[in-house]
Structure formats: structure tokens, C-alpha cells
């Protein structure tokens, strides 16, 4: 049984990437994520951090894992490996918001229709669409399709699509990586500041320490090494 505080809690995970002629396994002793708190993934490209994002959203199955508990409050604590997958399509889209690093917007909606479309999706509650997009800086965009946008217009547009959810947990890959420095720390502000707001907790994946540590309340970090010729990217806990 999970403490009531926790949202988010991962035991013994490892996966296997690649194929024979280059293979990486992701291993996580032991991670959780907090009721309303920020926590950062760092490590070197290719270490595993979407890799843990995408288990995290149940989009794909670790090789093995010893325990995966979220706890939500409308149905309190789940075993994830335990349940049907009529159940975790339900968990995910009413529970979690995950901010792809391209935006993963259609490219055949508006973007005022991307970010709507989830508010006709999901159960609960809901923040005010215009206040978001507005403190985003993209209201004059709302008409126009992802292909019409730059790659931080479409980030944003992404931001906003998961803020305006107000789910349990938001992953966020990369949410800055197509901004210039001053943007990337304005949205980060923005992000993190409504995320506890709303009462949500935050996992946000980056290669940049620098940005993600004066956000974060914890950080995590991918550390790989050669063992036995195997190539293995262990997380584990930074102590900043």
C-alpha cells in the first residue's frame, strides 16, 4: 500500500531497446512522483526518459517490473499491471496529459480545435480555456493548423491542450526544446506555476539540467554504463 501523498510509484521496471547490434536496458530501482510536485528526468539522449514517459502513459509494457501504482482521486489506488485495458484506456485519458516534444497536434484541426478536443474527451474538471491560451501568448493563433505554427507555437499549443485538462499527472517531453532560452523559462514558469495551482504533479523529461533544476522539487537522472558488454541506463535520485 502506497502513502496517500504519492501519485505515481515505479519498482524494478527495466525495458529492453534496439536489436542485436545495439541494445540499451532501462532500469528503475525505484521512483515516485508526489501529489502536486515537480519532478525532472535528465540524462544523455538516447538514456531512456521518453522511453519512461511512454510506460508511465501505459502506451507501452516494460519487460519487467516488480510494482506500478498510480493513485487518482476519483478511484484511488491502481495496480496497473493488474488491470484490463478498457480500464487503462480510462485511467490515461482522465488522468494523465502527455506533452509530446513535436506538440503531437492533428495536423488537419485548428489548433483551437487540438486543445478543445480534450475537454470533450475527458471527465472532471477543467481549467478556463482563454486564460490559458492567453497567459500562453497564442490566442491570435487559435485559427490557424499545426503546419501553419512554428515548433514552439506547437509546444505551447500542447501545453495548453494539458493544463487546461487539470489531469492527476502531466508528462512533459521536452516541452521547451524548440524555444529560445528566454521563452523555454517563461513557459517552464508558467507550466509549473499552474501545475500546482491545479493540484497536479509534473514529471518533466530534459537533456538541460540547468533549466529543469530551478523548477524541480526533485530531480532523477539516467546514468549509463558498459556492464559485461551490456549497455545498461540505470535512474536514480540526484541529490540536489
Known sequence: MT???????????????????????IQIPYFELRQREIVAIVGSNGCGKSTMLDMISMLCKPDKVEQFIICTDSSGEKDVQSLKDKTINQLRRNNIAYILQSGGLLEFLTLRQNISLVTKLKK?????????????????????????????????????????????????????????????????????????????????????????????????????????????????????
Open 124 to 240: 472532471g474538471k477543467q481549467a478556463n480555456f482563454n486564460e490559458i491560451v492567453e497567459s500562453l501568448g497564442i490566442e491570435k493563433l487559435l485559427n490557424k493548423k499545426p503546419l501553419q505554427l512554428s515548433g514552439g507555437q506547437r509546444q505551447k499549443g500542447a501545453v495548453a491542450r494539458a493544463l487546461i485538462q487539470q489531469p492527476e499527472i502531466i508528462l512533459a517531453d521536452e516541452p521547451t526544446s524548440a524555444m529560445d532560452s528566454l521563452s523555454a523559462v517563461r513557459l517552464m514558469e508558467n507550466l509549473t506555476t499552474r501545475v500546482q495551482d491545479s493540484g497536479s504533479s509534473l514529471i518533466i523529461v530534459s537533456h538541460d539540467n540547468s533549466l529543469v533544476k530551478d523548477f524541480a522539487h526533485r530531480v532523477y537522472r539516467f546514468t549509463v554504463q558498459q556492464i559485461n558488454g551490456e549497455t545498461i541506463s540505470t535512474l536514480h535520485e540526484d541529490l540536489i
Open 3 to 25: 502513502n496517500p501523498s504519492k501519485r505515481l510509484v515505479l519498482t524494478g521496471v527495466e525495458k529492453k531497446l534496439g536489436d542485436l547490434d545495439h541494445c540499451i536496458t
